[in-house]
């Protein structure tokens, strides 16, 4: 490696930003953002409480998409049936996932008055998920060539090994947190293996990207200026390493080696290189940690379907994917309308907002049966739409399958068995679908 390289920035964020926050709110509930609609599925205490289902399933029955027309957020459609999200996905053009228009979460973009005051502009780092064709196409094309079947076949021995590693490490005859121990660490060394960062220093991107922060406690300003200001710091950390890459005299295969060597990237601005860094290590972190605490929190609720695993490995893949249905690890993505239109009997105007809600299409009794049974035998389990649908489905989601799989393979060749054995926590938040804290115990099957 290089040795001109600058020194890496220090790092201020608080690891009690989280927590800062939610004493803060809990000292004055009076702030909490305000839901006043029946179906206004934006409210987080439903997805911290687990209590969604029923209100997904009664706006199913009543229909493939429904106008929410006030929430803290503004007005919505909610769309909520499996076939109406790949309708939608399917028209990129008419619906619109850029920053320009909106972006691709329920909040709302800065207005230019929140922008001068605060000084905090998410168009500052352009992302190509927030990016409609042609230019999503172009820097899509910079990272998928890492996520390909032998790009992933070149990393498995290495996630096998850190993973076994880490589970022979775990606690015997005691209570731990498996998201702590287990999902965070797993995911972020998978993230340090995909990226050449620096192991050491891996717990910072677990830190810099926990976007599961509370969206009910946290204004959208406050959430806005939190997330930002971490971007910030995160970018300044890559740059130093891009750096140095980029004096490396043999290209490494990491990502951010082969992102600086690929001949897109002389198109791409310094701004865009970072943010789609940034977008990598958020898109691979909270959703790949949440399906690591899924797979342990629906075997443990069926004991069946566990025992299944225990006696079939054969299994294993088909399970991932069921397991990804039933945790559906982000619950929407938005769209915004960029012309009137007509979907399934309704008219959508053009600048509407358009929330796709993975959750409730991945428990659409039109498509699975029994939804809200894991089955890990289920024929169409493949079906889910966790990793979204059309050009922006997820770029690394054979990397997640993978390494849910090794997990779950790894598991198995120990014979371990996971219980829960106290608290569950989990988000509270509309877009983060997972688990704050996983307390369980290890035996042996
Ligand atoms: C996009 C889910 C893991 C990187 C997405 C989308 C979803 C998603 C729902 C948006 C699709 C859409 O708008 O139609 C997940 C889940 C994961 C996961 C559930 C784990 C279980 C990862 C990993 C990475 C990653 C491991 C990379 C390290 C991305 C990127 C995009 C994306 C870059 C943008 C794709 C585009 O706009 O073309 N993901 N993701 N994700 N994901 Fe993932």
């Given at each position: 490696?290089?040795?001109?390289?600058?020194?890496?920035?220090?790092?201020?964020?608080?690891?009690?930003?989280?927590?800062?926050?939610?004493?803060?709110?809990?000292?004055?509930?009076?702030?909490?953002?305000?839901?006043?609609?029946?179906?206004?599925?934006?409210?987080?205490?439903?997805?911290?409480?687990?209590?969604w289902h029923?209100i997904f399933r009664?706006m199913r029955?009543?229909?493939?998409?429904?106008?929410?027309?006030?929430?803290?957020?503004?007005?919505?459609?909610?769309?909520v049936?499996?076939?109406?999200?790949?309708?939608?996905?399917?028209?990129?053009?008419?619906?619109?996932?850029?920053?320009?228009?909106?972006?691709?979460?329920?909040?709302?973009?800065?207005?230019?008055?929140?922008?001068?005051?605060?000084?905090?502009?998410?168009?500052?780092?352009?992302?190509?998920?927030?990016?409609?064709?042609?230019?999503?196409?172009?820097?899509?094309?910079?990272?998928?060539?890492?996520?390909?079947?032998?790009?992933?076949?070149?990393?498995?021995?290495?996630?096998?090994?850190?993973?076994?590693?880490?589970?022979?490490?775990?606690?015997?005859?005691?209570?731990?947190?498996?998201?702590?121990?287990?999902?965070?660490?797993?995911?972020?060394?998978?993230?340090?293996?995909?990226?050449?960062?620096?192991?050491?220093?891996?717990?910072?991107?677990?830190?810099?990207?926990?976007?599961?922060?509370?969206?009910?406690?946290?204004?959208?300003?406050?959430?806005?200026?939190?997330?930002?200001?971490?971007?910030?710091?995160?970018?300044?950390?890559?740059?130093?390493?891009?750096?140095?890459?980029?004096?490396?005299?043999?290209?490494?295969?990491?990502?951010?080696?082969?992102?600086?060597?690929?001949?897109?990237?002389?198109?791409?601005?310094?701004?865009?290189?970072?943010?789609?860094?940034?977008?990598?290590?958020?898109?691979?972190?909270?959703?790949?940690?949440?399906?690591?605490?899924?797979?342990?929190?629906?075997?443990?609720?069926?004991?069946?379907?566990?025992?299944?695993?225990?006696?079939?490995?054969?299994?294993?893949?088909?399970?991932?994917?069921?397991?990804?249905?039933?945790?559906?690890?982000?619950?929407?993505?938005?769209?915004?309308?960029?012309?009137?239109?007509?979907?399934?009997?309704?008219?959508?105007?053009?600048?509407?907002?358009?929330?796709?809600?993975?959750?409730s299409?991945?428990?659409?009794?039109?498509?699975?049966?029994?939804?809200?049974?894991?089955?890990?035998?289920?024929?169409?389990?493949?079906?889910?739409?966790?990793?979204?649908?059309?050009?922006?489905?997820?770029?690394?989601?054979?990397?997640?399958?993978?390494?849910?799989?090794?997990?779950?393979?790894?598991?198995?060749?120990?014979?371990?068995?996971?219980?829960?054995?106290?608290?569950?926590?989990?988000?509270?938040?509309?877009?983060?679908?997972?688990?704050?804290?996983?307390?369980?115990?290890?035996?042996?099957?």
């Open positions: 490696m290089a040795t001109i390289a600058p020194k890496r920035p220090e790092v201020h964020s608080s690891p009690t930003a989280y927590e800062a926050l939610k004493k803060h709110f809990e000292e004055h509930p009076e702030e909490r953002l305000q839901h006043t609609h029946k179906w206004d599925v934006s409210r987080s205490d439903i997805y911290a409480e687990n209590t029923p009664e029955e009543a229909g493939p998409l429904h106008y929410i027309p006030e929430s803290p957020f503004g007005p919505y459609w909610a769309v049936q499996h076939k109406a999200i790949q309708h939608i996905e399917a028209l990129p053009e008419v619906f619109s996932s850029s920053w320009e228009h909106g972006g691709i979460t329920i909040l709302n973009r800065l207005t230019e008055e929140e922008i001068a005051e605060t000084g905090v502009d998410r168009r500052e780092l352009p992302m190509f998920i927030a990016m409609d064709r042609p230019q999503h196409t172009g820097q899509r094309r910079t990272v998928a060539p890492k996520f390909t079947p032998s790009g992933m076949a070149e990393m498995e021995g290495e996630i096998r090994q850190r993973t076994g590693e880490l589970l022979d490490s775990l606690p015997r005859g005691e209570v731990f947190d498996w998201v702590d121990k287990v999902s965070i660490e797993l995911t972020t060394g998978m993230l340090a293996i995909l990226f050449g960062f620096p192991w050491e220093d891996r717990r910072l991107l677990t830190f810099w990207s926990d976007w599961s922060g509370d969206t009910e406690l946290a204004t959208v300003r406050e959430l806005d200026e939190m997330r930002w200001g971490f971007l910030h710091e995160m970018a300044a950390y890559f740059q130093s390493l891009w750096v140095e890459r980029t004096h490396d005299k043999e290209p490494g295969d990491d990502l951010i080696s082969m992102m600086i060597h690929s001949d897109a990237m002389n198109q791409m601005r310094p701004e865009e290189f970072m943010g789609n860094l940034v977008l990598l290590i958020v898109g691979g972190n909270d959703t790949t940690r949440n399906s690591m605490s899924g797979i342990i929190y629906q075997l443990d609720k069926n004991p069946d379907q566990r025992k299944l695993f225990e006696q079939k490995p054969e299994l294993i893949p088909n399970a991932v994917q069921e397991i990804l249905r039933m945790q559906t690890p982000l619950a929407h993505m938005r769209r915004t309308c960029t012309e009137d239109t007509e979907v399934f009997g309704q008219k959508i105007k053009k600048g509407d907002k358009v929330v796709l809600w993975y959750l299409a991945n428990r659409d009794e039109q498509v699975f049966e029994n939804p809200d049974k894991l089955d890990i035998e289920r024929e169409n389990a493949r079906r889910h739409i966790a990793f979204g649908y059309g050009i922006h489905r997820c770029v690394g989601a054979r990397l997640a399958e993978l390494q849910l799989r090794i997990l779950l393979e790894e598991m198995h060749k120990r014979r371990m068995r996971v219980h829960l054995a106290g608290d569950v926590e989990r988000v509270r938040a509309n877009f983060v679908h997972g688990f704050r804290k996983l307390e369980v115990e290890i035996t042996e099957f």
